[in-house]
Structure formats: C-alpha cells, structure tokens
C-alpha cells in the first residue's frame, strides 16, 4: 500500500509518497481503508516541528512518527483478537493526534478504541474534515459557557482550519457573528453564515467602539489585553492557543484580569478525539446545521502541494487528501 510519510521536520519537500506492507492489526488494533483524510494546522505545525517546545513530545530531533495526517473517515476492514467495539464493514472516524497520525495513506493502523462509529447519513469526504477543526472549535464554543440567541460572538482568524466550524457553531446557537481575517476570504465568511466580516489589514476590531458578548481568539496573534477593550460587561474571551508564551500569558493573567475588569478571559484544557464530541459533530453534520466547505482534494501523491496550498494561507475551507 502507499503512504505518505516523513523522515525529518521541514516544509512539503520533505515529505514523501512511499510503498509499505500492509498494516497487521496487534490484538487491540483495527485497520482502517481510509476514504478521506484533511489537512489541519496542527499538521502543518507537526510538519515544520513547531513550535519547539512541542518537539518534547513530537521528538526532538526528528519526528516520533514517519506517518502524516490527523483526520480520518473509511471503513474498518480487520480487527485483532481482543478488539469487540468495531467490526469489519463499520464506517469510523476519529482524529489521530494521540495515536500515531498516518491517516494520509491507504490503510492505517490505529488502536480500536480510538475509533468512533460515523452515521451513514455523513459522507466520508464531510466527515474527513471535521475531527481535529471541528472539535477545537466546539471545544472552545463551549469553554465561554452557553452561548445564547442574539449575542455578539467575534471569532478571530475566521477563516482557517478551526474558524469556518467556529462561526457556524455560534450561528447554530443563535448568535450575531462577526467573522475576522484577511479581506479575500470576506465572501466565503459570509457563506458560512457571518452577519459581519472584517479585513484585520485593514481594521483593528479592538478599537472600532464595537462590543462583544464572546470572543473566540484564534488567530493567536495578539494579546488577550487587546480583545479586552471590545469585550462587554461581563463579556467572555478564549484562546485556541498556538503559542506556549500565548497560552501561559492568558492562563497566568486571564483570571485576575477578568476579576479587576468584570470579564471572563482563558484558555481551555482541550482533549483530542472525544467520542461523545465527535457525535455531537455528527448530529451537526447530519443536521447541516454544519456544512464543511472543500476548498480542493488531492491524492496521496499530491500531499505536498496540499501542504504548500495550506501553509500559503489562501485556502477558503478544507483541503482533502483522498487515497
């Protein structure tokens, strides 16, 4: 089978499309065909070994893991001797973050438990872009508590890889969204539902006089104190943090700076691959209450240039990689 793996950190050109055995399951594994894979940040990141701090658990001179990719959709077709919860012939997906990555390949090898059951009513190639994205975002919607009808939602850095799910999580909820980043993606923000979009190279949001009842931050491009000056009484701020300086600054400061000034600002404990997360993302999708946007798909053999598609920052929606 082919796979597409990596031997040190680097950019696209370090990555390779290899012939492999076929993977065996061991006595707790299953073996998944993979119908689609996507491309998150955090891919990008694991592909550049950033940020250095994170090497500590991705290895720290070269990456822990040869295999590439994080989401995954297909079909389960063996399992080992102790493994009852999937069977041959199911639909599963799962985000592989904390078991071993390699979703961009023809099969992949992971354990059973990390596989979550996928509805027949979700196509694989929708599923495929939803684990790792989607469940930041709803983990990070949820984090600032219920957000409720007609509330002023901000999500910054709307249109990467987490903020398409972002602003149509706070739409589902009945919120007005303004949606913040660069003015090319202004009209695929819109499709998503955004009530407002704003050109961050043209305008500083934290200064216009506007006031938000929630600020998701994901852009993490500026300190927590500068959203603090277009949040509302008793408004709520979090940060989907890419940065360890970022994530300790608004951990350290965001309570007893949230107490002084009547606001709520912090970071959450975001915990990968939940099932009952990934469910309600399936409730979502089936719903279309959540309508991922593709912005292209490639096969296996195109892996770099999707990489390089994402790390160019002009995609508007996510980008497949299909065996």
Request: aromatic share 6%.
């Amino acid at each position: 089978m082919r796979a597409v793996v990596r031997d040190r950190y680097g950019t696209a050109d370090v990555l390779r499309v290899v012939t492999v055995d076929d993977p065996v399951p061991g006595p707790a594994d299953a073996v998944v065909r993979v119908a689609a894979a996507s491309l998150n940040t955090a891919d990008l990141d694991h592909l550049l070994g950033r940020p250095r701090a994170a090497r500590v658990a991705t290895g720290l001179v070269r990456p822990a893991h040869r295999g590439v990719g994080l989401d995954l959709a297909g079909t389960v077709e063996s399992v080992g001797s102790d493994v009852t919860g999937v069977q041959p012939g199911d639909r599963v997906w799962a985000d592989l973050f904390d078991s071993g990555h390699g979703a961009f390949a023809d099969r992949v090898r992971v354990p059973a438990s990390a596989l979550t059951p996928l509805p027949d009513g979700v196509p694989f190639e929708t599923a495929a872009t939803a684990p790792h994205s989607g469940t930041l975002a709803l983990q990070s919607v949820r984090s600032v508590g219920p957000v409720r009808e007609g509330e002023r939602v901000l999500v910054n850095g709307a249109g990467g890889c987490v903020g398409p799910f972002a602003v149509q999580l706070a739409k589902a909820r009945g919120a007005v969204v303004t949606a913040v980043d660069h003015g090319g993606k202004a009209a695929f923000l819109r499709e998503l539902g955004a009530d407002e979009t704003v050109d961050h190279t043209r305008e500083d949001v934290t200064r216009g006089g506007r006031r938000f009842d929630v600020v998701v931050d994901i852009a993490d491009t500026r300190p927590f104190l500068a959203f603090r000056r277009c949040l509302a009484p008793g408004g709520r701020y979090v940060l989907v943090a890419r940065r360890l300086g970022s994530f300790l600054g608004t951990a350290a400061l965001g309570t007893p700076v949230g107490a002084l000034t009547g606001v709520r600002a912090g970071t959450f404990a975001w915990r990968p691959n939940q099932r009952a997360d990934l469910d309600e993302l399936a409730a979502l999708l089936s719903s279309g209450a959540v309508r991922p946007r593709v912005d292209r798909t490639y096969f296996l053999d195109e892996a770099p240039d999707a990489f390089r598609h994402l790390a160019a920052g002009t995609s508007r929606g996510k980008l497949l990689i299909v065996p």
